[in-house]
């Protein structure tokens, strides 16, 4: 069993993301990608988030040098909303988020995340998406123009959270809630595996509440 400590590099300015795998007891470090995002055009949402998310980690693996005291893995991943056959970002200005929610109130769409995981001193690589269906609440305009107002929806694919104000006007979803945030933990263990690896080995020492957690590998 390899001892090396292993280190976690999210390719992503995200604190919903950073915040899901603290909550999980994994720390990650943080280094923003910079990739220019309207580079990449696509069909689809599945292709479109992949290929984002490849392209944030490949970014960030470039800038990184491997210690021979640690493991380290970098993780990529972009989300986008397929809704009424469009694909759909981050709005451009609040008139953009107004006209989306207007259309998806009542109605539903699916939330796709790239994620792409890549092993900074071999370079192996693990790659998938994550979807899930989510179930929007028939909201009024008046509901529309404060949500807008408070700049969430400007900030996040889709133009809504579910771990922020958003959550409120949601009814439900199908699949992984963290898909929705912005990364999937039960498919990051996979893609761990995949590379030989397990989300144990990622845990920190400290777990949220403060319990004592040693790691099992």
């Known amino acids: ?27 990650p470090d943080v280094l923003v990608s910079g990739v220019d995002e309207s580079q990449v055009v696509s069909d689809r949402a599945e292709d479109l988030c992949l290929e984002l998310a490849r392209l944030k980690a490949q970014a960030v693996l470039g800038r990184l040098r491997q210690s021979p005291d640690e493991r380290t893995l970098v993780l ?45 001193t071999d370079g192996s690589r693990a790659e998938r998406v994550a979807s899930t269906t989510v179930h929007f609440a028939d909201i009024s305009d008046e509901e529309i123009a ?44 996979d893609l761990l595996g995949e590379l030989g690896l397990r989300i144990t080995d990622l845990w920190t020492k400290v777990a949220p509440g403060g319990q004592s957690v040693e790691p099992l590998g």
């Not at 390899?2 to 909550?23: C, D, F, I, Y």
């Not at 972009?78 to 009542?106: C, N, Q, Y």
């Open 76 to 120: 990529g991943c972009d989300s986008v909303l397929a809704f009424d056959g469009e694909i759909l970002g981050k709005p451009h200005d609040p008139a953009d988020a107004t006209r989306r929610w207007e259309r998806m109130r009542g109605r539903s769409g699916v939330l796709h995340t790239g994620h792409c995981l890549i092993g900074v």
């Open 146 to 189: 404060a949500y807008v107002a408070t700049g969430e929806p400007l900030a996040v694919a889709g133009a809504f959270t579910i771990d922020g104000l958003g959550g409120a006007f949601l009814t439900g979803i199908e699949g992984d809630p963290g898909t929705v945030v912005g990364l999937s933990l039960p498919l990051l263990r």
């Open 1 to 27: 069993m390899n001892s090396t400590p292993l280190r976690l590099v999210l390719a992503s300015q995200s604190p919903a993301r950073r915040k899901l795998l603290q909550a999980a007891g994994i720390e």
